[in-house]
């Protein structure tokens, strides 16, 4: 389940998606994730889905590859529709057992609400998978710069942010390693109630935080040794500059947004 964490990998491909400015593809990420939180129709499920399965198939990364990100948040998928089916309330009662009561809109929210998550996952997944992370500090810092007039350290934050998505991967790989040895050992990670599976995954937690410290002094070693510093005066050896293909992108963002307000207007389901 740990190499199903597809969140901070990157995929390489030839692909429109890939060559596009890494600017749009976060913008792009941030409309979408929004776009899910302002409708509760199914039609603008439908028109996510559609979008998204249109990305996918442009940006050339296998299907099965951005469902794997699912997996790991199985079980706080089924919470959430759980919370959701038995604390909501309405007029149109399904079932009703001594104090848990199961209304039509209970389903309604719990099915709108585990689409949102896997569209909020597989969507955050796609942006990761088809950006460097390289390219997703550029955008960032970019998109942020302006920020540097009131103080606020765009140039680390987004240093920071690209160097937690490139330990994801790395860390997982790492877990796995862990996690290996153990059972070599004898360790048994499955058997026994929820208490006793917490404390035996202290045997990988502690070498895990051992390890993932001791690659951020190296790594902050390695970045003294060669007297890096952020800020004004860094050049760029690949500045961003937009293009033909990335301004219609935009526009194709625009048309999404437009849709997604059409079927909330228009379509009443």
Sequence with gaps: MLRDITIGQYYPAESAIHRLDPRVKVVATFIYIISLFCFKQLSGYIIAALFFLCMVKLSRVPFKFITRGIKPIIFMLIFTAALNLLWTS??????????????AEGVKKMVFMALRLVFLI???????LTTTPNQLTDAIESLFKPLNKVKVPVHEIAMMMSIALRFIPILVEETDKIMKAQLARGADFESGNVIQRI???????????????????DLALAMDARCYHGGEGRTKMKPLKYKKKDIAAYL??????????????????
């Design 252 to 269: 194709v963002m625009l048309c999404y947004i437009c849709l997604i307000i059409a079927a909330g207007r228009i379509l009443p389901v």
């Design 90 to 103: 309405g007029e149109n009662v399904l079932i009703k057992a001594g104090f848990i009561t199961i209304t």
């Design 122 to 128: 597989i969507g955050s997944s796609l942006m990761t």
């Design 199 to 217: 404390k035996s995954m202290v045997p990988i937690f502690i070498p895990l935080f051992v390890s993932a410290a001791r690659r951020a002094n």
